[in-house]
């Protein structure tokens, strides 16, 4: 008991505090990414590279002004950005970065809480996010800030369905809910983002929505709403919105890896996911697990400075009128498979299965991306005029 | 339709939004490694891109003969045309009669940089530079006095006359 609590503690301290370095890194990695696709240096002053940035920036944003409006419901503002911090980080909690640590008291399983539900607990937690968002948009008192908050709250709900539908498929490969068995049987064979690709292509977009990146970004956006939500936060306040999003993101990639791209696992090898559990193994799987999370990272802000934002139209007609028929087809159709493989077949999980999900994929792919996509030109906010 | 809102005959039958996404990041992402067109300022100022033109009309500079005395000879010509007021002239004679300026000074602050008196002089003395970099602490510093302005050095404009834009 008191190694499972030690243990523990010293886990939840060393991710958190990774975790926010991570966060402070990857303001630093956006500005300067996106000054280098728009042919800009970038901040690189503070620093070696800008790398002591994040540092200033944290700096300035403790020490500046607190502002409260006048017209704000005080407890509501004041309690909105730790609401859409502290579940941002509990997400965290559940994912499962590395190989178990051998010590002399025995193994230390590297995930903060290995629960047995562990994916219900993301859905659950990732859907308290909007929480904050919309409490943040109603406190501040102000239009646009509301607008956001609205805007927040129906994306949210909307592509929460997507995503858990998405992820169903996963869940049905996997036969569990607990993220470290998910990793488990992506270890032995091969990675769920193969037999279930157009899972992860549906899953990606909807993370995309979930985490309030661009293209997807409406509860901000900048240009109409004027920051939205946190039109009305200063300093640190506004700061932990930022730590919150970013967190998010960190979060979503961590997730996409788990689920789709084997978590930990070292791919093409299968010395790293057998026992006896040693040290090293533990640094390495590590170190590939944080290599896919920043991979997953830096296609976020590659996506943010390439696209444009959807129109709200847009993104609710696509949110219910092609993601979610998509994914509850897609469950219907892989269920099928799975059924017919596992139950009428006796197959069980393993390249033959995988290559044969693999190979309805791109069957399905074909008229998804060919005949859907196609000729396909998002419509006006206007009525086309009869001609 | 209300008002007369133009819509667009899109190609409907070969958009792609997955095509064109794809197009766009590979764009943004070639983009990741073309040089930078930043110039880092105080430690580059020029590039083999960018130099400050020379018809560029900055802080003025009085040039001097051999001896080192400011070529003026106080005609009063500058202060005459400069549409700013900011020349103060005071002339004065020596004993061989040859006329120079007592005072002469340059109010930076009130100037509109024309390059009129660059334009009148006939002596070839007072010239607007090209140069930018005038940061000082007081606002009396900007204005320029005679000894101040025959001490600067850098480079004086080639003012462009309309009349012959080839400067020939």
């Known amino acids: ?387 | 339709m209300a008002i007369g809102i133009k819509v667009m005959k899109r190609p409907g039958g070969q958009a792609s939004y997955l095509r064109a996404t794809l197009k766009g990041m590979a764009l943004t992402f070639s983009h990741l490694w073309r040089p930078k067109v930043t110039m880092q300022y105080p430690e580059e100022k020029s590039s083999k891109d960018w130099t400050l033109s020379p018809r560029w009309r900055g802080t003025h500079r009085m040039l001097t003969d051999e001896q080192g005395r400011a070529k003026c000879v106080a005609c009063g010509l500058c202060p005459q045309i400069c549409p700013a007021n900011c020349i103060k002239l005071v002339p004065g004679e020596d004993e061989h009669g040859n006329r120079y300026p007592l005072i002469y000074e340059i109010d930076e602050f009130r100037c509109v940089f024309c390059g009129y008196c660059q334009e009148v002089c006939p002596e070839e003395a007072i010239h607007v530079g090209v140069h930018y970099e005038n940061a000082e602490y007081s606002r009396d510093r900007f204005v320029y006095d005679l000894e101040r302005l025959c001490a600067q050095t850098h480079p004086v404009s080639t003012l462009w006359d309309p009349s012959d834009p080839k400067g020939e």
């Open chain 1, 1 to 387: 008991m008191t190694f499972f609590l030690v243990s523990s503690v010293i886990k939840i301290i060393v991710v958190f505090t990774v975790i926010m370095v991570g966060v402070a890194l990857l303001t630093l990695a956006e500005r300067r990414i996106c000054a280098w696709m728009q042919d800009r240096l970038g901040p690189n002053r503070v620093g070696p590279q800008g790398l002591l940035q994040p540092a200033a920036d944290g700096l300035k944003n403790l020490l500046k002004e607190e502002t409260l409006p006048a017209q704000a419901d005080k407890v509501l503002f004041l309690l909105a950005p730790a609401m859409s911090f502290v579940p941002a980080l509990l997400t965290f909690a559940v994912i499962p970065f590395a190989t178990p640590l051998p010590t002399p008291w025995g193994d230390v399983e590297m995930v903060v809480a290995n629960l047995p539900v562990g994916f219900l607990y993301i859905l659950a937690f990732g859907s308290l996010g909007v929480y904050g968002i919309v409490l943040a948009g109603w406190a501040s008192n102000n239009k646009y800030s509301l607008l956001g908050g609205l805007r927040a709250s129906a994306q949210m709900i909307s592509y929460e369905i997507a995503m858990g539908m998405s992820t169903v498929a996963v869940l049905l490969l996997a036969g569990n809910v607990t993220l470290s068995e998910v990793v488990a049987r992506q270890a032995q064979s091969i990675w769920f983002v193969f037999p279930l690709s157009l899972a992860y292509f549906l899953f990606i977009v909807a993370a995309f929505a979930e985490t309030n990146r661009l293209p997807f970004d409406l509860p901000e956006a900048e240009g109409e709403l004027i920051a939205g939500y946190h039109t009305e936060y200063s300093a640190m306040k506004f700061s932990m919105f930022y730590i919150a999003e970013y967190s998010n993101m960190v979060t979503a990639s961590a997730l996409m890896t788990t689920l789709f791209f084997g978590g930990w696992d070292i791919p093409f090898t299968h010395w790293d996911n057998t026992p006896p559990w040693s040290p090293l193994k533990t640094l390495l799987t590590l170190g590939m697990f944080s290599l896919k999370v920043i991979g997953f990272l830096f296609v976020y802000i590659w996506v943010r400075w390439t696209l444009p934002r959807f129109r709200y139209d847009q993104l609710m007609a696509l949110g219910w009128k092609v993601m979610l028929p998509l994914a509850l087809a897609y469950v219907t159709v892989i269920a099928t498979a799975i059924w017919i493989l596992h139950e009428q077949l006796g197959w069980t999980y393993g390249t033959r299965f995988a290559l044969a999900l693999f190979g309805l994929n791109v069957l399905l792919a074909i008229p998804l991306f060919f005949v859907l996509d196609r000729g396909r030109i998002v419509a006006g906010s206007v009525a086309e005029e009869r001609a």
